[in-house]
C-alpha cells in the first residue's frame, strides 16, 4: 500500500498553492480527473486484502470530502474575488459618470448666450 499520507500531504500543498482559476482547474483535474491521483487510488483498493480494505478506503474518503470541501473554499473565494473587483470598478465608473455630469453641468451654466 502507498503511503497515502504523503499523497495526502502533498495533494493538500498543490490545492493551498493554488492562486488562480486556471492553476485551480489543472489542480482539480489533476486529483479528481479519469487519471486523476484520487481516482487512481480508488481502483487499487480491490487489489488490497480485506483487513486492509475498510482501513484504506476510509482514509481516502477522508482525503476526497477534505480536499473537495477546500477546492469548493479555493473557488468561493476566486468567485468572491472577482465580484469584488467588479464593484470597484463599478463604484469607479459611477464615480467618473458623476464627474462626467457635473463638468458637463458647469459648462452649460457658464456658457453665455449667444446674442
Known amino acids: 500500500m ?5 499523497i495526502t500531504s502533498d495533494i ?3 490545492i493551498k ?10 489542480i ?24 486492509q480494505r475498510k482501513e484504506y478506503a476510509s482514509k481516502l474518503n477522508s482525503l476526497k470530502k477534505q480536499a473537495t470541501e477546500i477546492l469548493e473554499q479555493k473557488l468561493t473565494d476566486f468567485d468572491q474575488s472577482e465580484i469584488n473587483k ?3 470598478n463599478e463604484k469607479i465608473d ?8 457635473s463638468v458637463k453641468q458647469s459648462n452649460t451654466s457658464t456658457t453665455a448666450p449667444s446674442a
Open 12 to 14: 493538500l500543498n498543490k
Open 94 to 101: 459611477a464615480e467618473l459618470a458623476r464627474l462626467k455630469a
Open 17 to 26: 498553492n493554488i492562486k488562480d482559476r486556471n492553476a485551480y482547474d489543472s
Open 28 to 51: 482539480k483535474t489533476e486529483i479528481f480527473g479519469k487519471k486523476g491521483i484520487i481516482t487512481e487510488l480508488f481502483k487499487k483498493i480491490g487489489s488490497l486484502d480485506q483487513a
Open 86 to 88: 467588479k464593484l470597484k
Open 2 to 6: 502507498e503511503n497515502l499520507n504523503q
